[in-house]
Structure formats: C-alpha cells, structure tokens
C-alpha cells in the first residue's frame, strides 16, 4: 500500500511540476484541483468513503422536521 501512495504522490508531482513549467500558478492550481478531484472520486469508488453513512445525520433531521409538522 505504502508504494501506491509513493507513486501517486510522484504522479501528481510530475504533472504540478509540468504545469509550473509550462504555464503560470492558475494551471498549476488547476491540475491540483483535478488531482484532488480524482483522489476522493477514487476513495469512493473504492468504497473507502460511504456518502450514506455521511448524509444520514441529515436525513434523520429532515424527517424529524417532516413529522413535527
């Protein structure tokens, strides 16, 4: 596990480094926020994140307030 985290943290440092080199900071901002992107959308696709666990909390208060009126 320890050597896919090595590897993409090296990915994402080559693609910033690229960015920097061939653009300005706003292209370097944009390849970050698309590299964070893909990280959390590959956390949950491989269930590491369970959105309905998260939203739960707001679903319980949503009909809590439905059934007080």
Known sequence: MT????????????????AVAFG?????????AFAIVGYA?????GGQ???GATFAPLRQR???QRSQQ
């Not at 050597?3 to 693609?15: E, K, L």
């Not at 300005?24 to 970050?32: E, H, K, L, R, T």
């Not at 959308?41 to 696709?45: N, Y």
Request: proline share 0%.
């Open 3 to 18: 050597m896919v985290r090595t590897i993409f943290g090296t990915a994402v440092g080559i693609a910033l480094g690229f």
């Open 24 to 32: 300005n900071f706003g292209d370097m901002a944009i390849v970050g």
């Open 41 to 45: 959308l590959s956390k949950v696709l």
């Open 49 to 51: 994140v369970d959105f």
């Open 62 to 64: 949503s009909q809590q």
